[in-house]
């Protein structure tokens, strides 16, 4: 319970990151209510389709990223109802991506890139970086970083380009390692967003000579203080769940399946905060819903918070019963 508060926040978080990045305006309300299929304003719908995508990481559902049609088919259901909001002439316009000429600019509008063109030369250069991305002879993470500079640099598309390959890079950093890792990119990304384009520009300029030393070793740097910083917050969650649930067993708990619910309500507080669900309850106790009922029916009022405002109803532990009374 503990790990999927974890990972619903780190996903919020990254979401939101992703989108602060490129400009998009979200909160982490509205991506949360997407994730709980809450109503929305249908001036925010625009966003179901990126959350709905990243839920894909967390419930490992499989995408595939072998053609230049499975970048096309999925850009179509995760960046373009985004970037058709702001922009609704830019819909790629090619056979797969763009046909015309893209230039990234900087805030001076100096021309600091120009995307592949035309189109011919694009489909063939991108299905030489999928190629790379999938190719299992080159070490996993240099593949996967090379990729997302390939894709910047070819930019198929006249924007969204950037949250695209965000994903990409976070979806396989999940399938090999774990959905915690892919879940920190765009957060570390955006604390460091100047150092992240400046690695561009300094692998783009004509005196690197194409080299992608610099940007393969950035990139490790900046996954390395993501990873160390989601060990740190799940260290220090520890130690507190470790700390509260000592003051736990000080209270006299019926049965064992009580106990049991009174740990697993503990994590649902600790972390998200939202609470636990009786179906995360029945999976985490092997018990049937009727047991887990019954359980939740005979636990004091004053030990529970219920949140009734979204269904499936959630339960955390009131943390006044642990931290007021001064016997525990």
Known sequence: ILLRQFVLSSLIDEIKSTNDIE??????????????????????????????????????????????????????????DEV??????WKPDGKIFRKDLVEITSATDKVLHQGVYPEDKLIINMSIALDILNNEEIPFLIRVI???????YLHPFYDGNGRTARFIFSYYLAKEFDEIVALRLSVIIK???KKYYDIFQDTDNEYNKGDLTIFVQTFLEMLNKGLKEAIDI?????????????????IIISDNITKNIY???????????EGATISEIMKTTKKSRGT?????????????????????YRYKLNMLLLKNNENL
């Open 23 to 80: 400009g998009v305006h979200s909160t982490k309300k509205q991506i949360k209510d997407i994730l709980e299929s809450q109503p929305i304003s249908k001036d925010f719908l625009h966003l179901k389709s990126v959350v709905d995508k990243y839920s894909k990481i967390i419930n490992n559902e499989d995408i595939y990223f072998n053609s230049c049609q499975d970048i096309r088919k999925f850009y179509d259901t995760f960046a373009l």
């Open 84 to 89: 058709l909001t702001e922009h609704p002439d």
């Open 146 to 152: 090379c990729f997302h500079y390939f894709f910047g």
């Open 191 to 193: 604390r460091y967003k």
């Open 234 to 250: 799940l260290q220090k969650k520890l130690s507190q769940l470790e700390t509260y649930s000592d003051k736990l067993n000080k």
């Open 263 to 273: 740990f697993i309500l503990l994590q649902a507080s600790l972390f998200f905060g």
């Open 292 to 312: 887990i009922q019954q359980r939740l029916d005979n636990i004091p009022k004053s030990h529970l918070f219920i949140n009734k405002n979204i269904k499936p």
